[in-house]
């Protein structure tokens, strides 16, 4: 029985992954972090920083890539069920209250797997076709 749950955990993953990246995006964390699976709305969130820390108490530190981006706009759209304009305008009006600032912002790929890679507890998101390497994995968003 216990493989069974293992086997269709798995499949669940793989899924939640595959449907990530037909979007044109992936959700991306450090190797060593232990997270491999986050529910989408977690993930919501985690990038508006209503969740500041992993369970395992690690800062959460999420990653943008730059607003122009299409990476970014499947990624908002999916995930906030937004656009990026109107997740920016969100962020102005916190930034005008005064209450906070948005993640930071990377202009390809290549610069956010960087930023996680010096950067345990961040997350971040790259296109579905970026070469994550070693020190990079993907998490599955269902």
Do not use: C
Not at 32 to 42: F, I, T, W
């Amino acid at each position: 029985m216990n493989r069974i749950r293992i086997v269709l955990a798995m499949v669940a993953l793989l899924l939640g992954a595959g449907q990530a990246q037909a979007q044109g995006y992936v959700v991306v964390v450090s190797a060593s972090n232990s997270v491999s699976a986050l529910k989408k709305d977690r993930v919501n969130a985690i990038f508006l920083k209503r969740v500041t820390r992993w369970d395992d108490g690690t800062a959460v530190v999420p990653v943008n890539l730059q607003p122009s981006s299409p990476t970014r706009e499947s990624f908002s759209r999916a995930v906030h069920g937004k656009s990026v304009s109107a997740i920016e305008a969100n962020w102005q009006q916190q930034i005008f209250a005064g209450r906070d600032a948005p993640p930071t912002q990377r202009g390809s790929d290549a610069e956010v797997l960087a930023f996680i890679r010096a950067n345990p507890g961040a997350i971040g998101y790259v296109s579905s076709g970026a070469a994550l390497g070693d020190d990079v994995k993907a998490v599955a968003v269902n």
